[in-house]
Nanobody, 127 residues
Framework: QLQFVESGGGVVQPGQSLRLSCAAS????????IGWFRQAPGREREGVAC????????FYASSVKGRFTISRDNAKNTVYLDMNDLKPEDTAVYYC????????????????????RGQGTHVTVSS
């Protein structure tokens, strides 16, 4: 069974940091492009940080650029999202998505549907 399990969400104050993790099972991450998507209540799902299969290119939404960093550890079959200087508008359910053999990070983030997706982890930024 192909599965992603996210962890690391929680409630933080503005300006604080969180690290989200997404562990893959049943498939090998090195053959997949990876993206972190988020969906806030009443809003469409958006790709915020993506990396190509070959790790040669990354893409960040303008709203998170300079604050979020996507990375992967193929040996642990895990992908991470480091989120710094969190803002209330970052509040959302965050999902990781994997798509086989995709090698464009921007396309990975722009296309909202398809791929292997985790169940999501909640991030709340509130004072």
């Amino acid at each position: 069974q192909l599965q992603f399990v996210e962890s690391g969400g929680g409630v933080v104050q503005p300006g604080q940091s969180l690290r989200l993790s997404c562990a893959a099972s049943g498939f090998t991450l090195r053959y997949y492009a990876i993206g972190w998507f988020r969906q806030a209540p009443g809003r469409e799902r958006e790709g915020v940080a993506c990396v190509s299969m070959s790790d040669t290119n990354t893409f960040y939404a303008s709203s998170v650029k300079g604050r979020f960093t996507i990375s992967r550890d193929n040996a642990k079959n895990t992908v991470y999202l480091d989120m710094n200087d969190l803002k209330p508008e970052d509040t959302a359910v965050y999902y990781c998505v994997a798509r086989l053999h995709w090698d464009s990070a921007q396309t990975m983030c722009v296309i909202r549907d398809g791929g292997i997706r985790g169940q999501g982890t909640h991030v709340t930024v509130s004072s």
